[in-house]
């Protein structure tokens, strides 16, 4: 995501390379470039001149030290800026009442119902709540299955009435049996139409006035640009939301609709959807998606994903195995399975500073461990315990069983070994120096 605009970016702040300070005269060039980034990136054009105004002023006016050159400067300047015209921080939702009534709002095929389900097991996994998801888009059954089927693969529990079609006595009713069964949240999910009409506007408007939601959220797609944030304003005349989901955004989005939604209605985005799983819904932080954006990765929440996936006593475990070199091939297919948890791996390649750019051609999809849990499932118990005794023959038979070759087989058993070595390294208190004189031997 956001790929384009960070290139066009990063062409824009070279334009100050080689120049010892900003100036009225070398940053005009620069302003010109970032303000024609945000344009092709569908940013209005009203935005993107108040946004590189503000920047220029800051830029001249911030007295930048001699140690950093302008080029840095203008990053930070830019970065901050950025970050705060998407919302400056996260925000949380509001779960007040008993239950919390949250009401999902936005057009057909935004996403709005896989959102929904996409939020109740976020609440129910991170925030440990009970939800109950409410199907209340009578026009269309196939939203209806499609609510119960996620729900079923969640382990979440779905009210819906088939012989209703008023939806303001769905959701009423729902609430009714969210008391009565112990659930603390209430998702209700909303029909949506192919645009903005009077009819949709009025009905959703009645479900809000009847439930009274504690949080009320947009869901949008990211993908649909400036019509995403046209779409934005006109909801929330009627609704005065709280919040936006922006979906699709690990698809080719040029970014407008997140970087312009929070000035335009005066809205945050709280959520951000990341992909097709029921897992890939992130909380948007502004400053993080600044930085990433810029290049600068996003370690915060690479951080955030992994303490998600490993804990205190399995590591214990993982650092008494290395110790007693009692790590094998069972042990690395373990933490292969935790980190593809984490989510899609070119995500959180982009998460590494530098990376972004360098993964930007290269397609890295979620069966890029396949064919080394192959390699681990064609060895025996005793092979996967102690790998040392992997010998050729061995090595030809994992080969075949795997569908690949004695090559790629060998790649992987240097990999491993490796790997044991730095780990062995970092425990044994060696630090970093040992670490560099392994990799000097290595040569």
């Known amino acids: 995501m956001f790929d384009n605009l960070s290139d066009r970016l990063e062409?824009?702040?070279?334009?100050?390379?080689?120049?010892?300070?900003?100036?009225?005269?070398?940053?005009?060039?620069?302003?010109?470039?970032?303000?024609?980034?945000?344009v092709e990136a569908d940013v209005s054009f009203k935005i993107a001149k108040q946004f590189t105004n503000d920047v220029k002023v800051k830029a001249l006016g911030s007295g930048v030290l001699t140690a950093v050159k302008p080029g840095q400067a203008m990053v930070k300047i830019v970065r901050d800026e950025m970050a705060e015209l998407m919302g400056g921080q996260a925000e949380g939702l509001n779960l007040t009442g008993k239950p919390a009534v949250i009401l999902m709002a936005g057009l057909q095929g935004s996403g709005k119902t896989t959102h929904s389900a996409k939020l109740a097991n976020y609440l129910k996994n991170k925030n440990t709540k009970k939800p109950l998801l409410v199907a209340c888009d009578v026009y269309r059954p196939a939203a209806i299955n499609q609510l119960n089927v996620l729900g079923e693969k969640l382990g979440i529990e779905v009210f819906s009435e088939d012989d209703n079609q008023d939806p303001v006595s769905i959701a009423r009713n729902a609430i009714a049996h969210a008391k009565s069964n112990g659930h603390n949240v209430v998702i209700v999910d909303t029909a949506g139409r192919l645009a903005v009409d009077e009819e949709m506007m009025a009905e959703i408007g009645n479900i809000h006035r009847a439930v009274a939601p504690s949080e009320t959220l947009f869901v949008v797609d990211s993908m649909t640009g400036q019509d995403a944030v046209n779409t934005a304003k006109a909801f929330n005349e009627v609704l005065n939301f709280d919040g936006v989901i922006l979906t699709k955004l690990d698809g080719d989005t040029r970014g407008g609709a997140a970087l312009t939604i929070k000035s335009v209605v005066n809205k945050p985005i709280k959520f951000i959807g990341t992909g097709e799983k029921m897992d890939a819904l992130d909380v948007f932080h502004p400053d993080r998606m600044a930085d990433r954006i810029l290049g600068m990765g996003d370690v915060v929440s690479l951080v955030e994903r992994a303490q998600e996936q490993f804990d205190e006593q399995e590591a214990r475990k993982m650092s008494k195995k290395i110790a007693t070199d009692s790590f094998g091939f069972d042990d690395f297919m373990n933490q292969i399975q935790q980190i593809k948890k984490m989510g899609n791996m070119k995500d959180l390649m982009g998460m590494i500073p530098g990376m972004g750019k360098a993964m930007k051609d290269i397609d890295i999809d979620d069966d890029a461990f396949k064919h080394i849990e192959a390699m681990i499932n064609s060895m025996t118990l005793e092979e996967r315990q102690q790998p040392g005794i992997i010998n050729g023959s061995r090595r030809k038979r994992i080969a075949m069983g795997s569908g690949l070759t004695v090559q790629d087989v060998n790649n992987l058993l240097k990999q491993f070994s490796d790997m044991h070595k730095m780990m062995?390294?970092?425990?044994?208190?060696?630090?970093?120096?040992?670490?560099?004189?392994m990799m000097r031997g290595m040569r």
Do not use: C, Y
Request: a positive charge; proline letters at 2%.
């Open 11 to 38: 062409a824009a702040f070279k334009v100050l390379q080689g120049n010892h300070k900003i100036t009225e005269l070398n940053i005009a060039d620069s302003v010109k470039q970032i303000r024609r980034a945000l």
């Open 424 to 437: 062995k390294m970092t425990q044994s208190g060696k630090g970093p120096r040992g670490m560099m004189n």
